[in-house]
């Protein structure tokens, strides 16, 4: 081969090996996330590391439907879900790679990220929580009837419920949490005992309950922390108005403490780029991220040592700190084939 020839052929190689770096400082991210606030979220990831986010949004149906769909083909990178079931679940459907990583496991508590594979690896971390929270009619309850979720099927306060379906992801994972707490038996007493104090059958989003209370249609409602929060930082004077008569309680303070629901990730199982989707969870882990999760979608930090200035979420708690259950959520997860079962013998939509 000729000089030239020589020069050509290497730099060839060059281009090529620059090349198959530019492409690597990619992330194909899968995202149940459809909050606007987690743009600039994705926007700083890119600036700190160069990485460019190519993301796909779906529900958490959508996006396990597409995975399966694609395979081994699938360029995803990173998945995000909003549920502790669907991420469960994903696991169980083996659509997930477990990680090793350090700086994760540091970070996350053990009980918010899933139960370590055989060969210790995580298939999935939560990096935010919300509670499932009683809200209720300041002026026709008393705060002391809703202070626990047990109350929720006391016969006192038949034809007071509001309560989105059963079968929603949310409700699934805080039936689940009452299972573990409280054995089969007995959580299928409970959820046959809530069923029979709906004022109303299960329909709307968590935001229609917490109105619905204030509308006077019923006295007592079951939502996550974030609904609650956003209508206390709504510039809507009509939500702001609504969110005001209504009084929220984290709920069983005196025992196992309030459920908590998550959002997470995880590494798809045929990640082509995984280092970047570990650098992207790590960051996801980071103080930075995390408040923009509590600030962005009025969600609470998970990773140690990071605190929130939300002034919502602040609003809610009177400043003070909740105590929050501490039961795996993995366990929750695994509860969900029993629970829809319990659902079912109580006709509970």
Not at 125 to 144: C, D, H, P
């Amino acid at each position: 081969m000729t000089s030239s020839l020589k020069a050509i052929a290497l730099a060839c190689a060059v281009f090529s090996a620059a090349a198959a770096h530019a492409e690597e400082a990619v992330l194909n991210l899968y995202s149940a996330r459809h909050y606007s606030t987690d743009e600039d979220l994705y926007n700083n990831f890119t600036k700190a590391t160069g990485i460019k986010i190519n993301r796909v949004d779906s529900d958490d149906a959508g996006i396990v439907a597409r995975l399966k769909a694609e395979g081994s083909a699938s360029p995803a990178d990173v998945i995000l879900m909003v549920d502790a079931a669907r991420l469960y679940r994903g696991e169980k459907d083996d659509l997930f790679k477990p990680i090793r990583s350090q700086a994760l496991e540091e970070a996350i508590p053990a009980n918010l990220r899933s139960q370590p594979a055989a060969d210790g690896g995580i298939s999935w971390f939560g990096f935010s929580t919300r509670a499932r929270i009683i809200a209720y009619s300041k002026v026709r309850m008393k705060k002391e009837d809703v202070e626990n979720y047990e109350q929720l099927a006391d016969p006192k306060n038949k034809g007071k419920i509001c309560i989105r379906s059963g079968s929603h992801p949310y409700n699934l994972s805080l039936f689940g949490a009452i299972t573990e707490h409280m054995g089969e038996a007995k959580a299928q007493e409970w959820i046959q005992g809530v069923k029979n104090n709906l004022a109303r059958a299960p329909k709307g989003g968590d935001t229609d309950q917490i109105k619905a209370v204030a509308a006077g249609e019923c006295d007592i409602a079951v939502t996550n922390s974030y609904y609650f929060a956003r209508m206390l930082r709504s510039s809507n004077p009509e939500d702001v108005a609504a969110a005001n008569k209504v009084g929220v309680v984290f709920p069983n303070q005196n025992s196992w403490g309030t459920h908590l629901n998550i959002a997470g990730g995880a590494v798809a199982k045929y990640a082509k780029h995984p280092e970047n989707a570990v650098k992207f969870l790590e960051y996801l882990a980071s103080a930075q991220a995390q408040n923009y999760f509590a600030n962005g979608n009025n969600e609470w930090p998970v990773a140690k040592g990071v605190q929130t200035d939300n002034p919502a979420l602040k609003a809610m708690t009177l400043g003070k700190p909740f105590k929050s259950e501490t039961i795996p959520i993995s366990a929750v997860g695994a509860n969900m084939g029993k629970v829809q079962q319990m659902l079912d013998r109580a006709g509970f939509q």
